[in-house]
T-cell receptor
Framework: RKEVEQDPGPFNVPEGATVAFNCTYS??????FFWYRQDCRKEPKLLMS???SGNEDGRFTAQLNRASQYISLLIRDSKLSDSATYLC??????????????FGKGTKLSVKP | DTEVTQTPKHLVMGMTNKKSLKCEQH?????MYWYKQKAKKPPELMFV???????INESVPSRFSPECPNSSLLNLHLHALQPEDSALYLC?????????????FGPGTRLTVT
């Protein structure tokens, strides 16, 4: 089982739509969770950290379910500029070191006019 | 300011060349990272430095040699690369290695080995 799994998409949605991405992780000892977005041929940019209580930043809402080991990202009122690949990222211990990011393969979102 | 800078933006090198990639951050971060990213794949961790000391080497071939001259700078020295090493090389930094710290990425160097 892969450490972090995401539906690769693509998700093709019209402007204004609400879209949700899910991500599952295999290591129950994982401690920190993030969503990054990556535009084509650009670097990943931190979108938001994900907390157990859930968190919201404008049109974006992230949720964490530790019992089921999944993370979600909800985007409301989609904009053309939201088109990107969304990377689910988890940190876990291995090799005696902490804080290393484990990336999912990403979910591609395409918002159409 | 969450800026990480990388130079050069693009690099084309032959298999016998020696070149270096540079990364800089002025956020006071004490952990710095090198990642390699191939097209349509997520970034793969190569090296981690914490407080200017190499903390992790993910079994990277010796033709890649990292260096951390000070807390703001991270270099990646390249020698005798192979065409399959062509990729986007990303540098990142974080406050420390604690698992809660967010990593911030530079724009990357797009490397082509001919």
């Amino acid at each position: 089982r892969k450490e972090v799994e995401q539906d690769p998409g693509p998700f093709n949605v019209p402007e204004g739509a609400t879209v949700a991405f899910n991500c599952t992780y295999s290591n129950s000892a994982s401690q920190s969770f993030f969503w990054y977005r990556q535009d084509c041929r650009k670097e990943p940019k931190l979108l938001m950290s994900v907390y157990s209580s859930g968190n919201e930043d404008g049109r974006f809402t992230a949720q964490l379910n530790r019992a089921s080991q999944y993370i979600s990202l909800l985007i409301r009122d989609s904009k053309l500029s939201d088109s990107a690949t969304y990377l689910c990222v988890v940190t876990t211990n291995y090799g005696g070191s902490q804080g290393n990011l484990i990336f999912g393969k990403g979910t591609k979102l395409s918002v159409k006019p | 300011d969450t800026e990480v800078t990388q130079t050069p933006k693009h690099l084309v090198m032959g298999m016998t060349n020696k070149k270096s990639l540079k990364c800089e951050q002025h956020m006071g971060h004490r952990a710095m990272y090198w990642y390699k990213q191939k097209a349509k794949k997520p970034p793969e961790l190569m090296f981690v430095y914490s407080y200017e000391k190499l903390s992790i080497n993910e079994s990277v071939p010796s033709r890649f040699s990292p260096e951390c001259p000070n807390s703001s700078l991270l270099n990646l020295h390249l020698h005798a690369l192979q065409p399959e090493d062509s990729a986007l090389y990303l540098c990142a930094s974080s406050q420390g290695l604690n698992r809660g710290y967010e990593q911030y990425f530079g724009p990357g160097t797009r490397l082509t080995v001919t």
